[in-house]
């Protein structure tokens, strides 16, 4: 059949900060074989969309944008322990949380009300109160844009790490992922590493809790902290939470003690290596939690999230980052890094 062309076709629907866009050509991707154009002409699409919750758009106008909505899931290998389960791309991230919950399969619970698709999962490593994608992940299978050809990228391969992977950097828009396969268990394991989990579950009396608990639990946080994009424009985290080396830290922390701060590794005398900060706190800090800038602004409940009241441009959004990174900088001496992915169009010629 190959891809079916529509004209001039509004995104706002298609992206979580709903900022009007115009994809001149668009299309929805329904099986693989509608990527054969693609293939032929040995090229990735102007704009491949999953879930549009990671990415703002800094243009108004886009020549072709292409949505992954490629459903499927099979059981590839299934034990008294284990099963591993194959999910297509395009498949809604949280509608799968919930699924393999129902059929008591376990390791997802954590990652409850993440937006987005499942082929987004590993580009960006996704991650929320204390497991991260890379535990549960086997392998991603994915096209070459230039040749077409299958490629099966074991989990080492898919190099991941806090919010970043291969396909993120050398493999940046080189290919086109088509399915993730994850290995879930069928013991019940709850991590409760993360504290403002344990003290939601405390607070409800559930000392041993079930991973549908743990899902409950994360759903209610997220939210009670994140705006609904629903209801108001957003994309979740907006920046990464920087990662400090030991000494970067011990500097910070001599001027700024009640910094808050997570040691991820240690040397052989226990001295931390690397150090995660909170960006949210910096951000607060520097005075920009609930303020808004005409039609953007910085949450009011979380200061790592730009939100969108409606009527804006994306470039709004773009200079007000700017202006929390310099901010963040001058006081701190600390760069924040882009989590979420600023889309420009092409330029023609
Ligand atoms: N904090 C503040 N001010 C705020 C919010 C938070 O000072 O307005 C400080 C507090 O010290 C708090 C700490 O930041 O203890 C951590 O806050 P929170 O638990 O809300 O998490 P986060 O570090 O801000 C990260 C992820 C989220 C994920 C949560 C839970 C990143 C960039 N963000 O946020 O992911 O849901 O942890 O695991 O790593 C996303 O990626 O879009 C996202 C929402």
Same mark, same amino acid.
């Given at each position: ?161 806090? #919010? ?14 088509? #399915? ?41 946080? #997220? #939210? ?126």
């Amino acid at each position: 059949m190959g891809v079916q062309w529509q004209r001039n076709c509004n995104l706002k629907s298609r992206h979580t900060f709903g900022f009007e866009a115009l994809a001149r050509r668009f299309a929805v991707l329904k099986t693989v074989d509608d990527l054969a154009f693609f293939f032929r002409e040995g090229r990735a699409p102007e704009l491949l969309l999953g879930g549009g919750s990671n990415l703002l758009f800094a243009d108004e106008v886009y020549e072709e944008v292409v949505v992954n909505a490629l459903q499927g899931k099979t059981v590839l290998e299934e034990s008294e322990e284990e099963v591993l389960l194959s999910v297509a791309s395009g498949e809604n991230w949280h509608n799968l949380v919930l699924w393999t919950l129902e059929r008591a399969w376990y390791g997802l619970e954590n990652l409850a009300l993440i937006p987005g698709t499942v082929g987004a999962a590993p580009i960006q490593n996704i991650g929320a109160y204390g497991v991260e994608l890379e535990s549960v992940l086997e392998e991603v299978v994915a096209l070459e844009w230039r040749s077409g050809e299958r490629r099966v990228f074991s989990r080492e391969a898919c190099r991941l790490g806090y #919010r970043d992977s291969y396909f993120k950097r050398e493999g940046r828009g080189r290919y086109f992922i088509e #399915r993730v396969v994850l290995r879930l268990r069928k013991q019940p394991q709850p991590n409760l590493s993360y504290a403002a989990l344990r003290q939601k579950l405390e607070e409800q009396g559930i000392s041993q809790p079930s991973p549908r608990e743990v899902c409950r639990a994360v759903m209610e946080i #997220r #939210r009670s902290k994140l705006p609904d994009p629903a209801i108001l424009g957003n994309a979740g985290s907006f920046f990464k939470n920087p990662v400090l080396s030991g000494l970067e830290a011990r500097s910070v922390l001599e001027s700024f003690p009640q910094l808050p701060h997570y040691p991820l590794d240690f040397d052989e005398s226990g001295r931390a290596v690397r150090i995660k900060v909170p960006a949210a706190w910096l951000i607060e800090q520097c005075g920009w939690k609930g303020v808004r800038r005409g039609n953007v602004g910085v949450h009011e409940h979380q200061a790592l999230v730009l939100v969108h009241y409606g009527g804006g441009r994306g470039r709004e959004v773009l200079d007000l980052a700017e202006e929390i990174r310099q901010s963040v900088y001058r006081k701190f001496s600390i760069q924040l890094e882009y989590e979420v992915q600023p889309v420009f169009a092409r330029v023609e010629g």
